[in-house]
């Protein structure tokens, strides 16, 4: 197994890390854009305002694509196992 080979299953990794929390980071971010517009607009300035609204928006995209990221965490984990004689040898 050599250096290439080692980054490569790296890279591919990151790449699935990246891939399967932007839908959860992407929602959170979104909600709390628009509860902090919000906030800015009416001048309201509690700090705990958008933790309800964040975690609705986590639950919801947890929802609709969990499936699609556990069908990729195992496709990664399957296709990964299936090279490991060819990464050691």
Do not use: H
């Amino acid at each position: 197994m050599d250096a290439d080979t080692v980054l490569q299953v790296g890279r591919e990794a990151l790449y699935l890390t990246v891939m399967l929390a932007a839908p959860l980071l992407l929602s959170a971010l979104a909600i709390g854009l628009l509860i902090g517009i919000f906030q800015a607009a009416t001048q309201i300035q509690e700090q705990t305002l958008s933790f309800i609204p964040k975690l609705v928006a986590l639950v919801v995209a947890l929802t609709l694509a969990g499936q699609w990221m556990v069908n990729s965490w195992v496709y990664f984990c399957q296709q990964l196992f299936e090279q490991i004689p060819n990464l050691i040898g």
